[in-house]
């Protein structure tokens, strides 16, 4: 294996970890929200490189998938809150 391969599966796992620390612990529902659109932007970053490494295009529609994920979730959360600032009460 590639020494360069493992540098960056570490580098992203590690990121990975420290993502999903956010997630758990909080403390609002944007830090869990801003939290989960960088693990998935990781897992692009990471579906991106192999494919950069092993010189192949299999993963693109995967890629596609996870970024209209990303965008939508954002959108939602972002109304969802601002729906809930201005209820009243």
């Given at each position: 294996m590639n020494a360069l391969l493992i540098v960056i599966y570490v580098v992203f796992a590690v990121a990975a970890l420290l993502t999903l620390v956010r997630i758990v612990i909080g403390p609002s529902i944007l830090d869990r929200a801003v939290a989960s659109d960088v693990l998935l932007t990781e897992v692009m970053c990471v579906l991106g490189a192999e494919m950069a490494i092993n010189?192949?295009?299999?993963?693109?529609?995967?890629?596609?998938?996870?970024?209209?994920?990303?965008?939508?979730?954002?959108?939602?959360?972002?109304?969802?809150?601002?729906?809930?600032?201005?209820a009243p009460g």
């Amino acid at each position: 294996m590639n020494a360069l391969l493992i540098v960056i599966y570490v580098v992203f796992a590690v990121a990975a970890l420290l993502t999903l620390v956010r997630i758990v612990i909080g403390p609002s529902i944007l830090d869990r929200a801003v939290a989960s659109d960088v693990l998935l932007t990781e897992v692009m970053c990471v579906l991106g490189a192999e494919m950069a490494i092993n010189q192949h295009t299999r993963t693109l529609p995967v890629l596609l998938i996870i970024a209209a994920v990303g965008v939508f979730g954002s959108i939602s959360i972002a109304r969802f809150v601002a729906r809930k600032d201005n209820a009243p009460g």
